[in-house]
């Protein structure tokens, strides 16, 4: 198993393109799950996996056909709502 400064920066790495946050008006509780929150670092990094492959199909790269391309968009929004409840819970935890 990596250790935890390893995962981060896949994570890191793995951001949405520029201008394009997850959770922008929400950046500084994402950073602190980023960097202590295994299951919210996975999903973040599974979001941005799903993010890149929707986009590539979108302008051509990996085509695909419109029931593949509602599989992604469903996978991609799932990882977006498991993360939004995870912040809602931290939320509820330190206010």
């Known amino acids: 198993m ?3 400064g390893a995962k981060l920066t896949s994570v890191v ?13 929400d950046q500084d509780i994402v950073e602190e799950l980023l960097g202590g929150d295994e299951r919210f670092q996975e999903l973040y990094q599974q979001h ?4 890149t492959r929707v986009h590539e199909a979108e302008i051509g790269i990996h085509p695909l056909d419109d029931l593949a391309m509602n599989i992604l968009k469903r996978q991609k929004l799932l990882a977006k709502d498991r993360m939004a ?5 931290y939320q509820r935890e330190h206010a």
């Open 48 to 51: 941005a996996t799903l993010k």
């Open 85 to 89: 409840h995870i912040i809602q819970h």
């Open 2 to 4: 990596l250790c935890p």
């Open 13 to 25: 790495h793995a951001q949405p393109a520029k201008g394009t946050l997850v959770f922008e008006f």
